[in-house]
DNA sequence: ATGGTTGGACCCCAA
């Protein structure tokens, strides 16, 4: 089974890249975040022309937004909520739990008293911490992946001396995104085949002449899976070349392949 | 230190 991630910023500014990277990476389960739709808006003629007969969409107007496109068919799992803002979608395939989410960017002063949506940001990173400690146990078959909005490695960041007081690179985001890893033991897939010595991104800002020279970027982007899903685990990557795709999001897929028990 | 760009709604906000 191939699960993709990935932050379209807006579905409907985002078809030709979004037909490109199903042709090229053929998803069995598509997970989209900040698809900036409401659902009777949202694009379910396309997806189903691709073969994904199965859908859940939470959507949002202008903001946000998460959806799950599908080609097997699923059970829809219980959302998180979170100031009415459309930000997590969870479903499950046979018994591997799938949890779509967009974690708030948080804005950009790094200080929870200053800035209230990088206060938000903390709170909600701590309240699906919370929320998987009491609902889920250790030993379930779960994947969690989305824009998590935090690069918690060094070498997620260009520059990790530069961006430490710069909003997704923060210690304290970092502090609070290690222990939603922790809460269930998850690991982390990419790292899992590269290692942490290795710059690894998965997001480039719009703000640059040249995304590929600047090389500026961030890996904002994850997919973390509790230990009972390691040894189905067989690959990992980040699709770097769809950052130049026409009109690109300027986050690109992240993809793993498990192999089913 | 600042500004750079994109998307979606509305005459600016969020990323």
Known sequence: MKIVTWNVNSIRSRFESAKKV??????????????KVIDDLFPYDFFKSHGYNYNAVRGQTSYNGVAILSKIP?????NISFKKEARHLSIKIKDVEI???Y?????DIPDPELNPKFADKLEFIDSV????????KATDKIVVLGDLNVAPLENDVWSHKQLLKVVSHTPIEVEKYNNLQNS???FDANRHFISKEEKLYS???YRNRDWRKSN????????????SLKKHLKFANIYKDVRDYERPSDHVPVLIKLECA
């Open 22 to 35: 199903i042709e090229s990476l053929k998803p069995d389960v598509l997970c989209l975040q900040e698809i």
């Open 74 to 78: 699923f059970l829809l799992q219980e």
């Open 99 to 101: 949890h779509n989410l």
């Open 103 to 107: 974690v708030p960017a948080g804005g």
């Open 129 to 136: 911490k919370k929320w998987f400690k009491y609902n889920k």
């Open 184 to 186: 269930l033991g998850f």
């Open 203 to 205: 997001w480039w800002s």
């Open 216 to 227: 500026r970027g961030r890996r904002l982007d994850h997919i973390l899976l509790t230990e």
